[in-house]
Nanobody, 120 residues
């Protein structure tokens, strides 16, 4: 079992930045793909980014060039650096873990989410 906990959400003005963290406990995060998804009310959960076990990076089209995903296996933590934020990025952001990279929501483990709000 893996437990995931996100932090770092908050309210920021358009053009600003936030860094989300996802701390894993229970098993070494190095074994897993670590991914980020986001969701707004009434919409499906959307793939944002993922970092695989070899630190390969994957991004959704809407965040390419603005967001950077990374991991620190020594700290059992994954990160999502979000720059040039726009109101369209407002959502609850979820961390997820899995054995392989997929851009659907078929991940084995999920955190509880952290709210990100971007004002215009």
């Amino acid at each position: 079992q893996v437990q995931l906990r996100e932090s770092g959400g908050g309210l920021v003005q358009a053009g600003g930045s936030l860094r989300l963290s996802c701390v894993a406990s229970g098993r070494a995060v190095s074994k897993y793909v670590m991914a980020w998804f986001r969701q707004t009310p009434g919409k499906e959960r959307e793939f944002v980014a993922a970092v695989d076990q070899r630190a390969g990076e994957y991004y959704g089209d809407s965040v390419k060039g603005r967001f950077t995903v990374s991991r620190d296996n020594n700290k059992n933590t994954a990160y999502l650096q979000m720059n040039a934020l726009t109101p369209a990025d407002t959502a609850v952001y979820y961390c997820a873990a899995n054995d392989i990279v997929v851009t659907t929501t078929f991940y084995d483990y999920w955190g509880q989410g952290t709210q990100v709000g971007v004002t215009s």
